[in-house]
C-alpha cells in the first residue's frame, strides 16, 4: 500500500492549493473514473444480483438500462466539481466492469446518520456511514467506516481494525485494492482491512464474480465523492 500512500499525499497536497482538486492529473499509474465536470463514464444500477441483470433480450436490457439512467439523472448530479447524491434512486455504476484494481476516492457525508458504501464487482461492500449516529449503533457503525460490513458473522474484514473517520461534514480519503477477492482498505492513511475477502453476496459460499462494476450506494441521505481514480492490476 506504500504508493497508495504517497497518491493520497499528492491528493491532500494538492487539495489544500486547489481546493477541489478539479482537472488535476491522477496520481502516477492511475486513470480518471471522474472527469470533474459530469457523470460521464457512469451508469444507473440498483443493488442488483449480476443474473438477474444477464438476463433478458438485448431489447429488454436496453429498456433497462434507460430506465435506470432516467433515474440516476434525477438523483445525482455534478456540483462545482463534486458529485452528489440525494441519497435516493439507482446507485452510481461504472459503465465498465473491472476485475483485480487499486482504487483512489474521496467521500463526505453532509448530514448526520448518513449511510452509504463501496460496491466491488457489484457486490457489496465497503461501508461507509457516521460513527456517531445512535440510530445505527445496533448495526455496529460506532466501529467505523471501511469495513466489508456485509461479509457474514465475525468473517474477516467485516469490522475495521481501527476506526479513521473524519467528522461529518469533512473529506474522507480511501484506498482500496482488491486482487482476486481479497480487499484491502486504507481510510484516511490508516488500514482499515488487511487483505480480507469479500464475501459474495448473491451466490453464498460461492467465488466472486472474477469481474463486475464498482458502485457508489445510495441508501437514503445525501452522499458527496470527488477525485475518484482507479489502476487496473
Not at 94 to 106: A, I, K, S
Not at 113 to 132: E, F, M, T
Request: glycine residues 10%; hydrophobic residues 40%; negative net charge.
Amino acid at each position: 500500500m506504500t504508493r497508495l500512500r504517497c497518491a493520497v499525499f499528492v491528493l491532500a497536497c494538492l487539495d489544500l492549493v486547489a481546493g477541489t482538486f478539479v482537472g488535476a492529473e491522477p496520481p502516477a499509474g492511475f486513470t480518471p473514473l471522474f472527469n470533474g465536470r459530469d457523470l460521464a463514464g457512469w451508469r444507473g444500477r440498483p443493488h442488483l444480483d449480476p443474473r438477474a441483470e444477464a438476463a433478458g433480450t438485448p431489447a429488454e436490457h436496453e429498456t433497462r438500462q434507460k430506465q435506470w439512467n432516467d433515474d440516476l439523472a434525477a438523483h445525482w448530479t455534478v456540483q462545482d466539481g463534486v458529485i452528489v447524491s440525494d441519497g435516493h434512486g439507482v446507485f452510481l455504476t461504472t459503465d465498465r466492469d473491472y476485475g483485480d484494481f487499486e482504487l483512489l476516492v474521496e467521500w463526505m457525508l453532509p448530514k448526520p446518520c448518513a449511510d452509504s458504501g463501496i460496491y466491488l464487482r457489484g457486490n457489496p461492500q465497503v461501508q461507509i456511514w457516521d460513527p456517531q449516529c445512535e440510530r445505527d449503533f445496533k448495526h455496529g457503525c460506532q466501529k467505523g467506516s471501511g469495513g466489508l460490513w456485509n461479509n457474514p458473522g465475525d468473517a474477516p474484514g467485516k469490522w475495521p481494525l481501527v476506526k479513521a473517520d473524519k467528522p461529518v461534514g469533512e473529506w474522507n480519503t480511501t484506498q482500496i485494492r482488491m486482487v482476486g477477492e481479497q480487499v484491502t482498505v486504507e481510510l484516511n492513511g490508516q488500514v482499515v482491512v488487511d487483505a480480507a475477502p469479500l464475501a459474495n453476496f448473491f451466490e453464498k459460499g460461492k467465488p466472486l464474480p472474477a469481474t463486475g462494476p464498482i458502485q457508489i450506494q445510495t441508501h437514503g441521505a445525501p452522499m458527496h465523492v470527488r477525485n475518484v481514480f482507479i489502476k487496473e492490476l
